[in-house]
């Protein structure tokens, strides 16, 4: 039982870790700075064998996640915020 909750607890962190990677991802991509922007939004809608493994490993499906940033796809992290809020 201890051994499982440990396990368990490895798990969510290594989950939270590769969440966290997507989430700068998506920063970088909605950010005012072109350099990262651009190389965002490579690795977002092109690099698909890295992205699909580090969605896996964050428990995310490529394919609706992709779908969700389309729908965002030319406006700020400002606009979304505020569309969020």
Not at 37 to 43: C, N, V
Not at 49 to 69: E, H
């Amino acid at each position: 039982m201890v051994t499982e909750k440990v396990s368990d607890k490895k798990l969510e962190l290594i989950t939270a870790l590769w969440r966290g990677v997507i989430a700068r991802a998506i920063q970088d991509w909605l950010s005012n700075s072109l350099r990262p922007q651009r190389e965002a939004e490579r690795y977002l809608f092109e690099s698909s064998a890295d992205l699909s493994l580090v969605c896996s490993s964050a428990g995310i499906d490529v394919l609706k996640l992709r779908t969700s940033l389309n729908k965002v796809r030319g406006r700020t992290l400002e606009d979304v915020l505020a569309v969020t809020a």
